[in-house]
């Protein structure tokens, strides 16, 4: 046995003689003391605690860090033009992720081109998370490839359409011709600038707009492909690419008109330079679709940071950059706003790509091999 066992009334009497003796001023250090050991006994507890959260198997609880979510990356893949959008809207989104996320980090990947080059390059190995392609029938093709899900365009506000535009005309200085409508363009004194539909995602909506026109002028298919076959006969230069045929008419001085998008345009003038052009009454609606790459964010695991950003894209705070930049207000309201109203001319007839049942029967009828497209380019010898 121990002393302690053999001798209980010396316990009882030293616990009694210390207790008589201690005065205020040995209470204090006494409860410092005591103190600093609860201190010391945390901070070892601490250290056992991560010990073991490093030890697999090991139980105890996480810390804040532990808790906190991993960084995500994500892959924009986009057409040329809405890229100064983006350069504005991601910051924002990335904040707004971070702040409800539990300070989760997004970062960006981006890449922009011609929308069929970039379609071309997802197809071929590119892993976009998210795409903004300049028409749906792109995103058709990713489709086809197996990437992204049929119905993406109702998983999405508006159909996936997350900014739209108009066709335009570009004039000399001073529109010498006067040109106003489509109609001009078949005026034998005026040479016009466009791409290739055949090659150029954007000159497809130019080719859209002309046969959009004759159809509604002359109520007549057959009419139509002639005003078309006309517009066509006095096109200056046909290039492959948007860039090349605005180069065209710029730089080299071809031509009296170029077709391009209004917002293009408005983006040219907001960097100063001087730009005349008319936005035809009759016109079409250019629509740009955003999508998920669903077989890739699976993949790497992103769909909900990525379906999160799509969705942001159709804010109003997100959709106002779009707007600065030229694009015309998906929101009916805000297209009313005197500084819109302003700033776009107003449109009486707007067709879309829909009542032609689609780009995949638009393309059908109008541009693979032998359609009508090809069909007029043999009537007026510029194949």
């Known amino acids: 046995m121990t002393l302690w066992q053999h001798k209980p009334k010396h316990l009882g009497t030293l616990i009694h003689h210390f207790t008589n003796r201690l005065r205020f001023s040995s209470f204090r250090k006494f409860i410092s003391l005591m103190v600093v050991g609860v201190v010391l ?21 996480a810390s804040p860090v532990a808790n906190q979510k991993k960084d995500v990356e994500l892959t924009l ?42 379609t071309r390059a997802i197809i071929d190995g590119l892993e976009a998370d998210v795409t903004h392609l300049a028409l749906a029938a792109d995103t058709d093709k990713l489709v086809k490839a197996g990437l992204v899900s049929a119905d993406w365009n109702k998983k999405v506000p508006n159909n996936g359409i997350v900014a739209k535009s108009v066709v335009a005309i570009v004039t000399r200085e001073g529109n010498p011709k006067k040109v106003k409508t489509f109609t001009d363009l078949t005026r034998d004194d005026v040479k016009w600038v466009t791409a290739n539909p055949k090659t150029s995602g954007g000159a497809r909506w130019n080719f859209l707009a002309l046969w959009d026109y004759g159809l509604k002028t002359t109520k007549d298919e057959a009419k139509t492909k002639e005003f078309v076959t006309k517009a066509f006969k006095n096109v200056a230069v046909l290039a492959k690419d948007a860039r090349e045929s605005t180069d065209s008419f710029s730089k080299q001085g071809q031509g009296d008109a170029l077709l391009n998008y209004e917002n293009e345009i408005i983006l040219a003038k907001s960097k100063g330079e001087k ?25 790497h695991g992103t769909r909900e940071v990525a379906e999160a950003f799509v969705n942001y894209l159709f804010t109003p705070e997100a959709q106002a950059e779009f707007v600065k930049l030229g694009y015309r207000p998906l929101d009916a309201d805000t297209a009313k706003t005197k500084e819109n109203t302003d700033k776009f001319p107003p449109i009486k007839t707007l067709g879309t790509i829909k009542d032609y049942g689609g780009w995949s029967d638009f393309q059908k009828k109008f541009f693979e091999d032998g359609a009508v497209f090809d069909q007029i380019e043999d009537t007026i010898g510029k194949k």
Request: contains cysteine.
């Open 41 to 61: 006994s945390t901070a070892i507890a601490a250290c056992s605690s991560d010990n073991n959260a490093s030890t697999p198997g090991a139980s105890g609880s």
């Open 77 to 118: 893949v986009a057409y040329a033009i809405p890229k100064a959008a983006h350069d504005a809207i991601i910051p924002k989104f990335v904040e707004k992720w971070k702040a409800e996320h539990g300070g989760q980090i997004v970062t960006f990947n981006q890449s922009y081109g011609g929308s069929g080059t970039q």
């Open 275 to 299: 730009v005349d052009y008319v936005v035809p009454e009759t016109n079409v609606s250019i629509d740009t679709p955003v999508a998920v790459v669903d077989k890739n964010v699976d993949k």
